[in-house]
């Protein structure tokens, strides 16, 4: 390459958990440069998610932690031409893209919920995440499944 890498910038933690993982979530839940609103959506969908596992025994950030966990990919696949052919070519994922795909995933199946608030929906989704169902695991479950058949191709990877 020409240019060398820009330097990766440090992500601060957040006022309320001091985590860094809460931060990016944050920003990526973050429209029009609104990250107050950000915040406090995030903030409003923990408090209900404590609501609901009172008797759970874990805090809200350890459920969506764990939300988090169930639904980052481990594989994906690529479309890649080879002689005139396109194949899907499952390939792992960088540690840092993990965590993007499954917190843009976990948003937008969220904002697609039915709900009053973005908080209610943001919170149904890190309960159903927690759980192992709703739409954010089905979309990893499938990505899996996608490369687990097209796994014949992987001897295609550039």
Do not use: C, W
């Not at 969908?45 to 609901?52: A, M, N, V």
């Not at 874990?58 to 031409?81: G, H, M, S, Y």
């Not at 919170?123 to 014949?152: I, S, V």
């Amino acid at each position: 390459m020409r240019k060398t890498k820009p330097k990766k910038r440090i992500m601060l933690p957040d006022p309320v958990y001091h985590d860094p993982y809460v931060t990016r979530f944050v920003n990526n839940l973050m429209l029009n440069g609104k990250k107050n609103l950000a915040f406090k959506i995030f903030y409003d969908s923990l408090e209900i998610i404590s609501d609901k596992f009172k008797n759970e025994g874990k805090t809200p950030l350890e459920i969506f932690r764990q939300a988090l966990d169930n639904v980052t990919p481990q594989v994906e696949v690529k479309a890649r031409r080879v002689g005139g052919a396109t194949f899907q070519v499952p390939m792992e994922i960088r540690a840092d893209r993990k965590v993007s795909i499954s917190m843009k995933n976990m948003i937008s199946f969220a904002r697609k919920r039915t709900g009053h608030s973005m908080a209610e929906r943001l919170a149904a989704e890190l309960m159903a995440a927690y759980k192992l169902e709703g739409g954010a695991y089905k979309k990893k479950e499938d990505t899996h499944r996608m490369a687990e058949a097209n796994k014949a191709f992987a001897h295609f990877r550039f």
